[in-house]
């Protein structure tokens, strides 16, 4: 092997590993508080908004906590690197993006589900017959 091929084989390994790790890191996977607790790796968790509870914004931090309960009753704090999101006082359901550290749920992102404004509002259709 002559050293241009070695070098150009170097070059498509280094592609190819970093192509790897950047779609492994994008794909982010749904699950609940007990299994994010145990993976340690970046997960989405689906869950409603505890609205009896404390929630809070820092502005020293820059982070929005709360509490959140997951799909299979498991409930958690949240914080989120940021302030509150829009419309999460009106959310339905709430997504957050991240990993359990240090006993909570460090979201780098939280979005959230409002109720649609284009879904009907208990208004009946008539039939007209011909």
């Known amino acids: 092997m002559n050293k241009k091929t070695i070098i150009g084989t170097g070059i498509i390994v280094i592609f190819l590993v970093v192509g790897f790790l950047t779609f492994s890191e994008s ?73 359990v550290k240090d006993g909570y749920f460090h979201a780098k992102e939280v979005l959230t589900k409002c109720p649609s404004k284009y879904e009907a509002e208990g208004h009946e259709v008539k039939k007209t017959g011909t």
């Open 27 to 99: 794909k982010i996977e749904y699950t609940d508080f007990s299994k994010a607790t145990e993976i340690h790796r970046t997960c989405q968790v689906k869950g409603t908004w505890q609205k009896d509870k404390d929630s809070k914004y820092d502005a020293a931090t820059n982070q929005f906590e709360f509490y959140m309960i997951d799909e299979n009753k498991n409930e958690m704090k949240v914080v989120l690197d940021g302030s509150m999101p829009n419309n999460f006082e009106m959310a339905e359901s709430v997504v957050a993006k991240g990993k």
